[in-house]
Each structure stands twice: as structure tokens, then as C-alpha cells.
DNA sequence: ATGCTTAAAAATGTATACATTTATTGTTTG
DNA sequence: CAAACAATAAATGTATACATTTTTAAGCAT
């Protein structure tokens, strides 16, 4: 697998440190690469926002803050409303059989952390992609991918995961039948309500 | 100057080629350096959004297109309205000074493209920052950056520049007398009506 | 003791050389 | 003659070695 994705997944596993800048030398042995490849990596991580800088040369990882988790729920809200709007009258029955399988096998209990945000990604990609707006996409999967740092929270001490299904399940009704309104509104609920409790529990740490 | 900077500048100046695959032992000959930092430029570019895959590997520039157009002013639109709407209460008398100092600066005639669309960046940039959104106001300085390739069009064909101005002149306004409603309401209006024009102009051709 | 200067170390940035993958072209075969 | 295959050329990906920058820490002066 590349290197960035493998970084990024020892990101949300916690498997490096935070905080302190990430030596390429320590990283081209932990990873058995030359530094070539880590540059490229951390470089690609620095600019999708998973890595900030650290000093004057160097990244590191960010910590959590409740800001960042709140701005990622409200950006996903109005760009992701935008794109099912648009997506709305072209998904077909099929894009929607589609969803709710890959809803229901978020109930699978041996799931990974990653394995649960990808999945999560695939059923809102799933709806979105009828639309066809490259450049939209592209932001909201970008938002998307770096929400999962949170989802350890989520699906952790905040106990959301049933709550989420059931929310997927009424949202598939609405564009099933055709309720459009209704169907954004709910797209709309499920995220900042999800954002809400995350922040609100991010603020009380 | 960092040589993505270059790269950009370039491309927004059509120096490069568009749509056919970018050769790194080109570009470095070009900018008088090695492969490496070549690749790390092209690198960030490409997970930017400023330059596309091309075939399995390399990249391109890629169209110009009213789909992507439309999308950059709608995701400006809701995005930058959220950040309005935070920073309004923060926004000081000399961070409006500072913003009216910026937007008559874009009427200097001599000003290049490139340094229009910083202007202009600027200017959005001095309201925003007081709203403190570090994750918020990274993603919409990307898509405003984006957008500046747009720019030839806005000033050129279309004629936009002194609307633009008045524009911003309004909103400076309505947020001096804190009539937040009207400022954020102008705001949308401004960046829609900008993309409107641009993305039929761009269908047209 | 504290703060500044300076020197050494350790880190990142860059160049060159090599490995691997991708694209192209020429040949062969049905 | 077209299509598929193979061989070659050319591009990107990676490793190693070197240059430059940044950090750290030690020494000196205040």
C-alpha cells in the first residue's frame, strides 16, 4: 500500500506520536523506505490538513480541538446538502440498494476504526456521485477523510453508532420516495448533529 | 520563490502546456533545478487541485471548465458566508480600514493577474481572520486560490472588474454598521453572481 | 544567574545515480 | 490489413550521497 495512506492510518491508530515533529529518518526505517518516499508522503499529508508544521522546517501531527471538529461537521453540512440537491434526480434505484448495503455492513462488529470511516464514506459517496460534480466532490471527500481522526470519539465514549444507522436508514426513505426537502433536512441533522456532540464532548475534555 | 509558486504563476500565465502530461527533466531544465524539487512541487500541486493525473502516471493541467466554475463560486458562496457570519461580531474599525485600503488597490491599472487575485484573496482574507476558524479558513483560502485561474475571464471578456469594486464597497458598509444580515446576504450575492457569469460564459464557448 | 554569541550536531533540502514502471514502436501472425 | 505481441526507449519512482538550513548546547560576557 502507499506510504501516505499507511501514515495516515498510523495517524488514527495512534501508532505515532503527537505533538513532536516526525523525524524522516525514523519514519524511512519504520516504514523500510528511503526518506525519498517520506518526503512525498508527509508533504502530500501536510497540504490535506493531517499534518501541520512544526517549527520552521518539519511536521507534526495536530492534536483534536473541538474548532477543527466543528468546522469539518459545518463545511460537510452545506457542501454535502449542495451535492445530494444536485445529485437528487439522477439516483437510480440501484445507487440506493447500493447505500444501504454498504449501511448495513456497518453493523459488523470486528470492523477497524478505518475500516468504519471508509465505510461511512463510501454510503455518502455512494449518493453523491450521481450528481457528477468532480471539483465538489473532491472538496467533500477531502472533508470526509479527515473526519475520520475523530470517529474514534463517535463511535467510542459518545456511544452514536446505532443512532447513525438509524439516521442512514430514514435518509435512503426520503430519497426512495422521492421527498427531496425532506431527504437534504435530514442529510443536513445527521452530520451537525453529530458534530455538535463531538465538539460539545471535544470542549469538556 | 518556492518553486510551486512558480509553477502556479506559470500556469495561470498559460507558460505551461495544458492537457498534455507535464515532463519533470522538462521543468527542472526550466526552473534550473533537480527532479526532486520538481516532484515535490508537482506533488502538492496535484493534491491542491491544481494539476490532474494524466494516465497512470504524470500530470496535467487541466480545462478550464464551467462545472468546476460553478462549483468553486457555490462552495465560496456557503463557505465564506459561514466565516462571515462568525468573524461579524470580531471584524475591528481597522480591519475594515485595511479591507477598503486592499480593494482600492485593485484599481492600480499596472496590477498583473496573478497579483489581482491575491488582492482580492486579501481582502476576503482581512474579514475572515477575526472569526479565528483556522480548519474553515484553509479550505476556503484553497478554493479562492483555485479560483484565481478563473480570473483571466473576470477581467478580461467579461468586463467584471468595476462591478466587483462596487461590490465590495456595499459590503464594507453594511458590516461597518453592523448589519450583518445584508453583509452576509451581499457577500453570497457578490461570489454567485461572479460564478454565474463566469461558468455561462465558459458553457458558451 | 541570565542572556547573547558561536560552534557543533542533527535535521531537512537537493543533486546524482539506479530501479522499476509505463509508453511507443516495430514486427509478426491470423 | 488489422491486431496483438515483443522489444526498446523514455518516463517516473527510489536510493544514496552531498549541501544547506535549523536546532541545540556550550561558552562567554554582562
Known amino acids: ?13 495512534s501508532k505515532l506520536p503527537r505533538g513532536v515533529p516526525l523525524r524522516q529518518v525514523v519514519l524511512s526505517e519504520q516504514y523500510g523506505v528511503s526518506r525519498i518516499p517520506i518526503r512525498d508522503a508527509l508533504l502530500s499529508l501536510k497540504v490535506e490538513g493531517w499534518l501541520v508544521p512544526h517549527g520552521k522546517a518539519g511536521v507534526m501531527i495536530p492534536d483534536l480541538n473541538w474548532k477543527e471538529a466543528e468546522d469539518l461537521s459545518l463545511m460537510r ?3 454535502e446538502c449542495l451535492l445530494l440537491d444536485m445529485a437528487f434526480g439522477c439516483i437510480l434505484p440501484e445507487d440506493i440498494a447500493k447505500a444501504r448495503c454498504l449501511t448495513n455492513r456497518l453493523n459488523e462488529p470486528q470492523l477497524s476504526l478505518i475500516g468504519r ?12 456521485s450521481p450528481a457528477n460534480r468532480p471539483a465538489l466532490h473532491r472538496v467533500v471527500e477531502g472533508l470526509n477523510k479527515q473526519a475520520i481522526r475523530y470517529l474514534g470519539f463517535q463511535y467510542g465514549p459518545l456511544g452514536y453508532r446505532q443512532k447513525s444507522q438509524n439516521q442512514h436508514e430514514v435518509l435512503l426513505n426520503f430519497i426512495e420516495s422521492g421527498n427531496k426537502t425532506d431527504a437534504i433536512d435530514c442529510l443536513r441533522q445527521h452530520i451537525l448533529h453529530a458534530g455538535t456532540l463531538l465538539s460539545n464532548y471535544l470542549k469538556a475534555m
Chains 1, 2 share one sequence.
Open 1 to 13: 500500500m502507499d506510504i501516505s495512506q499507511r501514515i495516515k492510518e498510523d495517524i488514527l491508530n
Open 77 to 79: 453540512a452545506e457542501l
Open 117 to 128: 470511516g471508509e465505510l461511512n464514506w463510501l454510503f455518502h459517496h455512494t449518493l453523491y
